[in-house]
């Protein structure tokens, strides 16, 4: 590698893997990934897809590396799977996201919990993705993603492309010990900008409040309203903009910085 000084550099390259996921012997999609947690990623797949809807419907889930292939198998199938896979959205996800069904057909059906997010909270987990140690920081290339519990970072993820880490996520929880771990109280931040897919899912999620580094998009925006989701971007350091659910972050602007407006002195 040749840096702008005409120099020989050594950088780190992430490895970018496909990953073709057969739900009971039938091929289903090919996830590009880096391939830390595949397991989790299937299963959030599975979940954000809304093609299970409880972590026990699912018997097991195989990755095999060699054929690049994750193998699942259901324990009483998937209902009407045909007709539910037929319609395919390609996102703006990176890697080519993948929706399939309707984007919009069940967000009237969602209600998210009440939430708060004070902006002390806020600027903990801008500070702790900040400190976190990420493939971005030595490679650039991946998005990375965390959930929240206040200004405590539970998981961070990184990926290809910010939906595969999002759905990891939800794998994620819906594997803890005690039981799948409700989002009601929780905050899901992403590096990527917040479309109308990544606010979709931390709905479905459970999730009622989202930040992003990045901005948001028109239909994103929409959705976020529709829903009543608090959606934060433009995130960083002591900045941010909340674009809707207002209602949701407890403003301290005075953590800010925020300066008093002097009176103007009055000329004789």
């Known amino acids: ?29 090919t996830l590009m990934t880096l391939g830390a947690q595949p397991e989790l990623l ?18 097991s889930i195989t990755v ?22 037929a319609k395919r959205v390609v996102t703006t996800g990176c890697g080519q996201g993948s929706v399939f069904g309707d984007l919009m057909a069940e967000v009237e059906n969602i209600n998210l919990p009440p939430a708060a ?14 400190l976190q140690e990420t493939t971005y920081k030595s490679s650039g290339s991946v998005h990375g993603c965390a959930l929240f519990c206040g200004a405590e970072m539970l998981v961070f993820v990184e990926d290809v492309g910010r939906h595969n880490a999002l759905d990891t996520i939800a794998g994620w929880m819906w594997m803890q010990d005690d039981a799948p771990m409700t989002g ?20 479905q999620m459970g999730v009622p409040i989202v930040v992003s580094r990045s901005g948001v998009t028109q239909m994103g925006l929409d959705v976020a309203q529709r829903l009543g989701l608090c959606a934060i971007g433009r995130a960083t ?10 209602e949701r972050l407890v403003f301290q602007p005075e953590l800010a910085g925020a300066r008093t407006t002097l009176p103007t002195p009055e000329t004789s």
């Not at 909270?121 to 801008?126: A, K």
């Not at 009601?184 to 709905?203: C, H, N, P, Q, W």
């Not at 350091?237 to 207002?246: A, D, E, L, Q, W």
């Open 1 to 29: 590698m040749v840096n702008e000084l005409g120099q020989q550099d050594t950088v780190s390259i992430p490895a970018e893997r496909a990953l073709t996921v057969y739900v009971d012997k039938r091929e289903l999609v």
């Open 42 to 59: 299937v299963l959030g797949f599975l979940r954000n897809q809304r093609l299970v809807t409880r972590v026990d419907e699912v018997e």
């Open 64 to 85: 095999d590396w060699d054929v690049g292939a994750a193998a699942v198998k259901t324990r009483q199938g998937i209902s009407d799977i045909e007709a539910r896979t």
């Open 117 to 130: 997010l004070t902006q002390a909270d806020l600027y903990g987990l801008v500070n702790a993705i900040r």
């Open 184 to 203: 009601s109280d929780k905050v899901f931040y992403t590096t990527g900008r917040l479309t109308s897919e990544m606010v979709i899912k931390s709905a």
């Open 237 to 246: 350091n002591k900045r941010f903009i909340c674009y809707s659910g207002v």
